[in-house]
């Protein structure tokens, strides 16, 4: 094994995107230390004049053998050229794959679980079949591929798909947010502002969030909403036109599209919101505690994982408008509230979720490798 300032590191990601909302942080620290590469799924090959991303052939709305075998005889040519010490399996589609490539590529292997995404949240029929094949399919591998190490970001994931903490099962709870970034901040007294800042599909609870804002218009026109984030036309679950454009009409909801100044906008708020589905965990809800804002999220894997409720945050049931519109309406009205249970999200954030805490426990384990 070669020495710890010559380990190469790679982080096999689905698109480059990811690596800029969620993985961008963690790598730079890592950097210090390590040889860091980033591999990304694309449908076209790119010539990256940076050597340290590379890409592969993906199609990131089919899990079908066809592409999945289209994107091995892609990925395993890098692999075997570069010749790793530790590469990352991130997400669900670069796990199963990671998987199949096992035992064809060298160097350790680390299954990092991000998210088990909309296979574990879709009332579909033959849609719940897979996802219980896929769920017995990876607890069998991770059992006989006793070599790899396997994160997960929260406890509901790691009892889903490996029962138990371990040497090989860890839990490391999300990527680190910086919080030199995402610094605290006094609300403004002028506004009466929610944020809620993700990809624009219905497993995140962009649904729910413009029943809450249509709702509290007739109630309180005073509370503006601010909504900032893809739509991902590639989702089966993303908003259809006709949602979007009801949104977008709405007088009491600004849409910014995607936004790389979160931070921004947090200041300009006073609670950020997340009624997502299911999460591995959520980074949007780290940079809201990071930066003081109240918070109101659903009490599903992941989010609840973030948030204990009536502490630093608000725990409401998944798809329920109604309560999510009754939670806004009560934080907005009392001040008093919202600030404790800030203060007391900024301190969790500090002690479990800032980027130093984080790239410690990667770097632990590297150094076990």
Request: charged residues 25%; aromatic residues 12%; hydrophobic residues 40%.
């Amino acid at each position: 094994m070669s020495n710890a300032t010559e380990k190469k590191i790679a982080f096999a990601l689905p698109l480059l995107g990811f690596y800029d909302t969620h993985f961008r942080e963690l790598t730079s620290e890592l950097k210090n230390i390590y040889d860091v590469y980033i591999i990304y799924g694309s449908k076209e090959r790119k010539l990256d004049k940076n050597k340290k991303f590379i890409n592969f052939y993906i199609s990131r709305n089919s899990l079908s053998l066809v592409n999945l075998i289209k994107s091995f005889f892609s990925i395993i040519k890098i692999l075997r050229d570069k010749r790793f010490d530790v590469v990352y399996f991130v997400g669900i589609y670069m796990i199963v794959l990671g998987i199949f490539l096992f035992p064809f590529v060298p160097g350790r292997k680390i299954f990092y679980f991000s998210g088990l995404g909309s296979l574990y949240t879709s009332e579909r029929k033959l849609t719940k079949i897979f996802s219980k094949f896929l769920t017995l399919f990876i607890r069998f591998s991770l059992r006989i591929l006793i070599s790899s190490i396997d994160i997960f970001e929260n406890t509901d994931d790691l009892k889903l798909l490996s029962s138990r903490l371990s040497r090989k099962a860890r839990l490391i709870k999300g990527l680190g947010v910086n919080s030199s970034k995402f610094y605290f901040t006094k609300e403004s007294n002028k506004n009466r502002t929610v944020l809620f800042s993700s990809r624009l599909i219905r497993d995140k609870g962009v649904a729910e969030v413009i029943k809450a804002a249509k709702f509290l218009h007739e109630k309180d026109s005073s509370i503006k909403f601010i909504i900032t984030g893809n739509i991902d036309q590639l989702s089966i679950n993303s908003l259809s036109k006709d949602e979007f454009d009801d949104m977008k009409g709405l007088p009491n909801v600004t849409y910014l599209g995607y936004s790389s100044r979160v931070d921004s906008l947090l200041k300009k708020s006073n609670i950020a919101i997340l009624p997502s589905y299911r999460e591995g965990l959520p980074r949007f809800l780290l940079e809201a505690m990071s930066s003081g804002r109240a918070i109101i999220t659903t009490d599903v894997p992941g989010c609840r994982e973030v948030v204990k409720n009536n502490f630093s945050g608000i725990l409401i049931p998944k798809k329920d408008w109604y309560k999510l519109a009754e939670k806004i309406m009560l934080l907005m009205n009392n001040k008093k509230l919202r600030h404790n249970l800030a203060k007391n999200a900024e301190l969790s954030f500090l002690n479990k979720f800032s980027i130093e805490v984080i790239s410690r426990e990667h770097i632990k384990i590297l150094e076990e490798l």
